[in-house]
T-cell receptor
Framework: KQEVTQIPAALSVPEGENLVLNCSFT??????LQWFRQDPGKGLTSLLL?????REQTSGRLNASLDKSSGRSTLYIAASQPGDSATYLC??????????FGAGTTVTVRA | DTGVSQNPRHKITKRGQNVTFRCDPI?????LYWYRQTLGQGPEFLTY????????KSRLLSDRFSAERPKGSFSTLEIQRTEQGDSAMYLC??????????FGDGTRLSIL
């Protein structure tokens, strides 16, 4: 069974600081990995998807890396803003359709 | 709005009652997924459809749960004889093959 762990569970930073969110998974035989954002009481917004053959993906201030051999992915958010406050979830896709999620990292960016 | 739509947004019911949720996926997506999320946890996979065929069901989906996707369009998730432990957020997602899953805002179920 695929286990996905996200550390830390919560993070508070001042505005402008760079954010580093970690995700680890136990089974390296993955199809792809996806990072999501979830606001309170809302659904999930897809941020980045990294295919198993890729090392990283970038979108604006977001950059996600993938190291399959060590079972790790890292989401970097540059120059954080109060609007970045949310829960960030990592999900590993092992069979092309079935996402296994971590419990998330709740981020607070202080103005 | 062409995103994934879920109804109702909230459902409060008494234990033992039946409930049904609806999901309307993004129109061009042939895959549809159901997940369940409890407080402080990530979503857990329940089941998925490719077109109208239900291709996998999680062991989390007891015989009180049934999902359908007639004609490969919208989907319904029914829970019979609800229990306290069924209280959760039920999330629906859709995608095309090899593409990211897009989620709706979910239906929050509260069992009294």
């Amino acid at each position: 069974k695929q286990e996905v762990t996200q550390i830390p569970a919560a993070l508070s930073v001042p505005e402008g600081e760079n954010l580093v969110l970690n995700c680890s998974f136990t089974d390296s035989a993955i199809y792809n990995l996806q990072w999501f954002r979830q606001d309170p009481g809302k659904g999930l917004t897809s941020l980045l998807l990294i295919q198993s053959s890729q090392r990283e993906q970038t979108s604006g201030r977001l950059n996600a890396s993938l190291d399959k051999s060590s079972g790790r992915s890292t989401l970097y958010i540059a120059a954080s803003q109060p609007g970045d406050s949310a829960t960030y979830l990592c999900a590993v896709n092992r069979r092309d359709y079935k996402l296994s999620f971590g419990a998330g990292t709740t981020v607070t960016v202080r103005a | 709005d062409t995103g994934v739509s879920q109804n109702p947004r909230h459902k409060i019911t008494k234990r033992g009652q039946n409930v049904t949720f609806r999901c309307d996926p993004i129109s061009e997506h042939n895959r549809l997924y159901w997940y369940r999320q409890t407080l402080g946890q990530g979503p857990e996979f329940l089941t998925y459809f490719q077109n109208e065929a239900q291709l996998e069901k999680s062991r989390l989906l007891s015989d009180r749960f049934s999902a359908e996707r007639p004609k490969g369009s919208f989907s319904t998730l029914e829970i019979q004889r609800t229990e306290q432990g069924d209280s959760a957020m039920y999330l629906c997602a859709s995608s095309s093959i090899n593409q990211p899953q897009h989620f709706g805002d979910g239906t929050r179920l509260s069992i009294l």
